[in-house]
């Protein structure tokens, strides 16, 4: 198999670098910590690392050092698409190169050939309570795969640890290629009357997507899909459910425990489930103003938001300190395929009056948009409009990233974290000295 060889191929060289880093500079100080970073959710505090992406606060993430703009224009394409095959993106994170177009095809070839879902995975969704949220039956049904796992057998027969990222790489292909089958039945079981469009092993990831969730235009939503996942990929270590699923896989839990932990994380609302939540603040101004308010009207409400105690979803960030470019590529997408929108516009009116809000009121230390502020209003152009699904999509898209990321991790031996802890009193006593 195509990622296989070429993940191999490149080991032993990766494997001497980090080792040589270590034996040589082990003891080389990166970062301090500060009492207020211990009680401040570790921002800042440089101790993950990642050759996957990373964010630069300036300018945004990079894809194995390649920017959004450069992503999308260089990954290969279906034909008479304007948005990469979504394999592309996954073989660029796993290998670190752009592949051609029968390497992206092999990739989406793979993901075919293990698209099918065990029966028992829905009769497990099936049984759950109507009511459960849509992220809970996600991530039941992830975990509930974990039997089929090939990392988990192999340790089991004891495989040496040199080849413990070989069946992590099956899980992760087996995993990201039956995620978008479970999330389509998740949204036809919550939404419909459960019998979600089959699979076409004909179509791409996004295609597929798209004919699966049954929408009305399927090669619209289908370009719409692979932007989003591709989008939503990776977001370097740090970020809640990247750094769930590496933490909970460090303890070589296999990827359907790891990952299920990741979506857990990803369905707080300061984190995945903020687009739900953004969506929802658009429509509440649009309800309550008839339509697209005045700027004067919508600063004015974006202040009772925050007078009432909440923060304004989509707005604001960890790490990046400018506007994000995920939000930019899919503001630049809407405006070029559907600019009449009332909901679009919206959004862009919203981005020329919170930021001066935010900066106004002086907390947050990023006033800008983040990924979330626009990703639910392209869903709900395309008919998709059940807000809690939402997240969904997120963690669709999130497994490409956290996965490419287990893999290496595995490949390079990455241990088992265990950060120290401190007490209050200890702290206390560092601030005297
Ligand atoms: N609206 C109102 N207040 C905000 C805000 C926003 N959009 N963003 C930050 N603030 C506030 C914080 O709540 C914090 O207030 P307190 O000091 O009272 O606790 C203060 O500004 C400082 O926060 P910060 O250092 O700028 O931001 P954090 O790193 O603590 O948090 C984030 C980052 C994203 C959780 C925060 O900006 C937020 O809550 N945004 C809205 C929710 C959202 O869009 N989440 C999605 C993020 C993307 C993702 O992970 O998916």
Known sequence: MILHEKISAQLPAWRERVKNLVKEHGETVIDQVTIGQVYGGMRDVKSLVTD??????ATGIKFRGMSIPEVLEKLPKPDGAAIPYVGALFYLLLVGEIPTRAEAEAVEAEWARRAEVPAYVYDVLRAMPRETHPMVLF?????????????????????????????????????????PVIAAFIYWLKYGDGQAPKYDPALDYGANFAHMLGVKDEKGYAELARLYFILHSDHESGNVSAHATHLVGSALSDAYYAFSAGLNGLA????????????????????????????QDLYKFAWETLESGKVIPGYGHAVLRVPDPRFTAQLEYAKQHFPQDTLVQLAELVYDVVPQVLKEQGKAKNPAPNVDAISGTLQY?????????????????????????????RALGQPIERPKSLTTAMLEEAAKK
Request: charged fraction near 20%; hydrophobic fraction near 45%; charge should be neutral.
């Open 268 to 295: 707080g609302p300061l984190h995945g489930l903020a687009n739900q939540e953004c969506l929802g603040w658009l429509i509440a101004v649009r309800d309550r103003f008839g339509g697209v308010p005045s700027r």
């Open 139 to 179: 991530s039941q049904a992830v975990l509930a795969l974990q039997v089929t796992s090939e990392f988990a057998r192999k340790y089991n027969e004891g495989i040496k640890k040199d080849a413990y990222w070989e069946p992590t790489l099956e899980d992760a292909l087996n995993l990201t290629a039956k995620l």
């Open 52 to 57: 996957i992406s990373f964010v630069d606060p």
């Open 381 to 409: 152009y395309y008919g998709v409009r059940e807000f809690d699904f939402y997240t969904v999509l997120f963690g669709v898209g999130r497994a490409l990233g956290v996965m490419a990321n287990l893999v290496w991790a």
